[in-house]
């Protein structure tokens, strides 16, 4: 992509030097910013008319999930949701967050702290997501006590534009596809790290239940979430090897984790990817020292008794000492008999395996759809394979080595989505500020074309122009 062919000072720092017929203007006079409307969250309903929150605004909106009020509700126009309208976040840590409404939307509204902006092509939205203006929304955000900002201050930023509507049109277009070309990339490689946490699980879930040798005799296990399992192996109860489920004590703590020596308390989070994340916790109130206890212990493993039912029952490996940290009463952490011969690690893995989460949701109980709660005796009792330690160790260290593997790869996956998304942002940075003209390029798009610098020779570019003679233009 080439530069334009003139240049000139925009007046404005971030922006620096503008294609010479662009212009710099405040977002106020491109577009009206339209804020949403305040309704009553007792008013709401689990159908009706949706109602697009802050916590709503995605890269698509789920209108299932959106809240509803009934029609009866009487709103003004101006707070409908219209197609080609960009909606955005004026609210919390998701402040200048925005989405672009690309098709006909269900009738829906916007609700308080969403602003919407109208505009007859995706120039605004892309104007809005450049990363400068979105630095500078969170920067005038931050002046207040809870990030905020309102339609005045957005519509006072100054962004540069054409102000033919073709070239606004063509830049739209052409950025609407690279992205929407990028995002496809950046979903393939998501869906391949689901995939392979897929097979993750399918490796822990083959060694903790069936074992390593694929020739082994097997047997019924007497236990409906096992099946069959190694003849050799012993079937028991989680009551004969764990003692006890110690708990902590919930306590005042301040909302940023604790730093040097400062008593943090852990939050139910630190388990929340099977694995013990010592950096999710909160700063006690020093006023409430005197009432923390049970700090996480190596080779212990602590778990989520209470949380929702894809939660409820996740648990991490303790692998190091941490008396500054302590346990809140929603999670416990295992003490295990002394006589028992057991790998620990092990069983945290069993703990983390598909098939013995999916039992603890059915185990958990609670009233409420959202909140579910595992009872100490109901989980004690639990059934679980038990092969002797030796081999329990190795099947430890087969699970290690080929999650380990599969884990190189999703980092490397990871690298690169990461590498897609800084590539999106710095394209739609560099086109709206005019460093880079696509003009061309979104005419070569919409016609079909192909450049006659991708061919290969002159013949292969007259044989295309014969099939195509739009070319020639």
Known sequence: ???????????????????????????????????????????????????????????????????????????????????????????????????????????????????????????????????????????????SAQENISNAQIGNITVCIPSDKQEQTAIATFLDRKTAEIDKLIANKERLIELYEEKKQAVINQAVTKGLDPDAEMKDSGVEWLGEIPKHWEVTHLKYLIKELESGVSVNATDHPAIDNDYGVLKTSCVYNYEFTPEENKAVWPEELSRVKTSPRKGEIIISRMNTPELVGASGYVNSYYQNLFLPDRLWQTLFYSHVQIDTYWLSFIFKSSKFRELLSVTATGSSPSMKNLAKEDFLNISIPFPLKKEQTTIVHHIETQCNRIDAIINKLKKQINLFKEYRTALISEVVTGKVDVRNESIRQARGMLSPCTCNNTAEYRDRIKRNPGMRA
Request: proline share 4%; glycine share 6%; aromatic share 12%.
């Open 1 to 143: 992509m080439k530069p334009y062919p003139r240049y000139k000072d925009s007046g404005v720092e971030w922006l620096g030097r503008i294609p010479d017929h662009w212009k710099c203007k405040k977002i106020k006079h491109i577009t009206q910013l339209q804020g949403g409307f305040a309704f009553k969250s007792k008013s709401f309903t689990e159908t009706g008319i949706p109602i697009v929150r802050i916590g709503d605004i995605q890269s698509i909106i789920d209108w299932e999930c959106c809240k509803k009020v009934p029609q009866y509700i009487k709103v003004t126009k101006d707070f409908l949701i219209k197609k080609h309208d960009t909606l955005i976040a004026l609210s919390g840590a998701t402040t200048g967050k925005t989405t672009f409404i690309d098709s006909e939307p269900e009738y829906s509204y916007i609700n308080q702290r969403v602003a919407k902006a109208s505009f007859d092509n995706k120039m605004i939205y892309f104007l809005l997501s450049c990363s400068n203006v979105q630095e500078l929304i969170k920067l005038i955000a931050a002046g």
